[in-house]
């Protein structure tokens, strides 16, 4: 508990958390971007498929959502103030992941008239505020109660119900799915346990 007030409401440590994990997060979705070929027949390095399987984790929304709880967990001190750091946490991320872009590859892009850039930016923005709102503040109910991590099983299986079949076709693609499946049922079996200590303790409580 004296580590976690420790975070709550110091700017100065939350901005060093968002430059360090923005940073990091921004190069590691870049590369998910910009994976080798992993057809059959095809020799990978295993640092690559190791590299490969960590930016495409990284880059998936479930973690996204879970970096922003962790700073709403740590950082904030009520609903709102979550609420901004989130928000403020996974814009900065998503910036260095724009800005990390551009220096990544020589494709020219097809140029966007100033009102396609703006409908474009106002979706990307708008869905990383909302979505990093939403994760600061489900990371600070944490701090009140475990059961709402049951709103991670819950996007994981509605993530793997997107990536579809298609994504066991490769081993990055099943590897990601397995570490979902894994998290869904820790995550599970963690709440359940939770759930039956305190059903111990209440009974004790009553006799």
Known sequence: MIGKQN??????????????????????????????????????????????????MINSLPMWFIVAMIVGYLFG????????????YTVIAIIFYFVIGDFYTDVSLPS??????????????????????????????LNKTPYILVILPIGIIFQLFLYGTGSWSNIIGIAQ??????????IVGYLITVKIKNRKYEVHEKS
């Open 77 to 88: 001190r009520n609903i709102k103030e979550s609420m901004l750091f989130g928000a403020i």
């Open 7 to 56: 975070f709550r409401g110091n700017w100065k440590k939350f901005i060093i958390f968002t430059l360090a994990i923005g940073l990091l997060v921004g190069i590691f979705s870049v590369k998910s971007d910009h994976l080798p070929y992993f057809g059959e027949d095809t020799e990978i390095p295993i640092f690559e498929i190791v590299l490969s399987y960590l930016a495409v």
């Open 177 to 186: 799915n397995v570490t979902f499946c894994l998290m869904i049922i820790s």
């Open 112 to 141: 966007l008239s100033f009102i396609e850039q703006v409908r474009a930016n106002a979706i990307w923005y708008g869905a990383s505020i909302i979505g990093g709102c939403l994760g600061g503040v489900a990371g600070f109910l």
